[in-house]
């Protein structure tokens, strides 16, 4: 472990990791807040050792899980901002840009929510996977925009994702059908539009969120709803401008089958990808504060955002 990383930073990283906090959105703001508290808890009196702290917390961050782009591009922010040349400076900065970053993230999430807002018409429904507050950043200025939506909501094996979404979006006022994953295609008839959220957009437009969102975007073009995908541009993935793919986390199979009921079937091969690829062509539009997308040109948002690509968030 790396001394210099201090307890709270540490603390947040394990929270990541053991999913008390998840959710893209919610990673990358506890990821700009921990590098937060590292510059204001800090004493060393040396500016190098104040920004090698930074990096090696920014390290720390970065390892607890691999595919929500939200939290390297959150680094890469906060780390961005450090300029000056003195210790205290540093710290300020770091401050200062940890506070826009958040300030950032929360406007976005309400922009985005009016764009994918107009989407919805009054009285329709909504199918929805996992747990996104870009999502819900969508039904709820739906819902203050006076239309009346109605959700389906898959229970999202095997963290039950789903189960947040059926009490976020019961406590809006829309009411919420819950379903087995297995049972999406059968109440896809009923359905107007699939609305999910995703932790990273590659830049052919492929969208990378939870484990069960390809099978459902399939489902749902062979039924016609269409798909929505719900992103601030924070889930734009700039290493995929230059040929690198996104890594798929695979979790413990502890959180499927315990040892005990493993051992009695045989033992076998156990697999727990959390999250999958839906190809560009299952998705009809991308969500985002700055207006809706075809996923075949999120590519000229991102090369506008980011330049041709970007280096690991402390190697700057
Ligand atoms: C969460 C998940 C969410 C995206 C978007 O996965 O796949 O759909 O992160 O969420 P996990 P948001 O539970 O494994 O973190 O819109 O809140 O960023």
């Not at 906090?21 to 190098?48: F, H, K, N, V």
């Not at 094996?157 to 999406?184: C, F, N, Y």
């Not at 969120?209 to 995908?229: C, E, F, H, Q, Y």
């Not at 230059?242 to 045989?266: K, P, Y």
């Amino acid at each position: 472990m790396d001394e210099r990383v201090h307890a709270e930073v540490r603390r947040i990283a394990d929270e990541i990791g053991t999913m008390e906090i998840r959710g893209a959105a919610a990673i990358a703001e506890a990821a700009a807040r921990a590098l937060r508290s590292q510059a204001t808890d800090s004493e060393t009196t040396d500016p190098e050792a104040f920004k090698s702290e930074l990096r090696a917390a920014a390290r720390m961050l970065y390892e607890t899980r691999p595919t929500a782009v939200s939290l390297p591009n959150a680094l890469r922010y906060v780390l961005r901002g450090m300029s000056s040349t003195t210790v205290e400076g540093l710290r300020q900065d770091v401050v200062q840009s940890a506070d826009d970053f958040c300030a950032r993230l929360e406007r976005a999430q309400a922009d985005l929510g009016q764009v994918g807002a107009n989407r919805l018409r009054d009285g329709d429904t909504i199918m929805t996977h996992c747990h996104s507050t870009d999502v819900f950043a969508c039904v709820e200025a739906a819902v203050e925009q006076g239309k009346h939506i109605e959700a389906i909501v898959k229970e999202t094996r095997p963290r039950l994702q789903g189960h947040i979404t059926a009490e976020a979006l019961h406590e809006m006022g829309v009411p919420v059908t819950l379903i087995v994953d297995s049972a999406a295609r059968r109440y896809l008839n009923d359905v107007d539009h699939v609305l999910v959220g995703a932790d990273a957009i590659a830049a052919d437009g492929s969208v990378i969120n939870k484990i069960g969102t390809s099978g459902l975007a399939v489902n749902a073009r062979d039924r016609g709803a269409p798909i929505m995908v719900a992103a601030q541009t924070l889930k734009l993935h700039p290493g995929t401008m230059t040929g690198h793919t996104v890594d798929i986390e695979m979790r413990d199979t502890e959180e499927i089958i315990d040892d005990e009921t493993l051992a009695e079937l045989g033992n076998p091969t156990v697999k727990n990808p959390a999250f999958d690829v839906t190809p560009p062509r299952y998705v009809d539009a991308i969500v985002t504060e700055r207006g809706q997308f075809p996923p075949e040109s999120i590519v000229i948002l991102m090369r506008e955002l980011f330049g041709e690509g970007t280096t690991e968030p402390w190697a700057e």
